[in-house]
T-cell receptor, first 113, second 114 residues
Framework: NAGVTQTPKFRVLKTGQSMTLLCAQD?????MYWYRQDPGMGLRLIHY???????AKGEVPDGYNVSRLKKQNFLLGLESAAPSQTSVYFC????????????FGPGTRLTVL | DAKTTQPPSMDCAEGRAANLPCNHS???????VYWYRQIHSQGPQYIIH???NNETNEMASLIITEDRKSSTLILPHATLRDTAVYYC???????????????FGQGTILTVHP
């Protein structure tokens, strides 16, 4: 199993550009999450999904949109990137049962100039 | 979810036990204590979790006080590879309304030195 994978690993955008980050998991997990981590800080939850076709806002959702059209994929979109969105983005997933070990991807480093 | 408090940094000699404390004085009866770590900008890694009883796995031991207001993560024989930021998180199980959402604080930077 590949676990949780993220595409791309690195990206540089100009202010106002758009992009989509892809998260994929091959563990048949129900719940998926997008977090961001700024330098020296802990991770903060952007959006999450508790099943295919569902999404919900986390702690810092502004400026981002998400979609979960397939159970194994969770997409994070930036419609108009801003320098404040420069961060490392982590995706995670769990089975949705009572056991709560979250599996994290390797992260995407995004710089917005 | 209950707020947790951890020391910002700790040091440990290689081969010795690392004891990382966490305070969670407002934890509710259905909240578990989870520990994750993050090694140098990698994705966080699950270590262990517990509710009331002490727990042990291949990575670590978790000691929870009887009143559940604090806990200690123990790495029995720390190695240089254990240098990381360790996060203590309290939350209800994923089957409840928390939906498994993790709230990360600043964590404890553990430095293991030779």
């Amino acid at each position: 199993n590949a676990g949780v994978t993220q595409t791309p690993k690195f990206r540089v955008l100009k202010t106002g550009q758009s992009m989509t980050l892809l998260c994929a998991q091959d563990m048949n997990h129900e719940y998926m999450y997008w977090y961001r981590q700024d330098p020296g800080m802990g991770l903060r939850l952007i959006h999450y999904s508790v099943g295919e076709g569902t999404t919900a806002k986390g702690e810092v959702p502004d400026g981002y949109n998400v979609s979960r059209l397939k159970k194994q994929n969770f997409l994070l979109g930036l419609e108009s990137a801003a320098p404040s969105q420069t961060s490392v983005y982590f995706c995670a997933s769990i089975s949705g049962g009572s056991y709560n070990e979250q599996f994290f991807g390797p992260g995407t480093r995004l710089t917005v100039l | 979810d209950a707020k947790t408090t951890q020391p910002p940094s700790m040091d440990c000699a290689e081969g010795r036990a690392a004891n990382l404390p966490c305070n969670h004085s407002t934890i509710s009866g259905n909240e578990y204590v989870y520990w994750y770590r993050q090694i140098h900008s990698q994705g966080p890694q699950y270590i262990i979790h517990g509710l009331k009883n002490n727990e042990t796995n291949e990575m670590a031991s978790l000691i929870i006080t009887e009143d559940r207001k604090s806990s200690t993560l123990i790495l029995p024989h720390a190695t240089l590879r254990d240098t990381a930021v360790y996060y203590c998180i309290a939350l209800t199980n994923a089957g409840g309304t928390s939906y498994g959402k993790l709230t990360f604080g600043q964590g404890t930077i553990l430095t293991v030195h030779p």
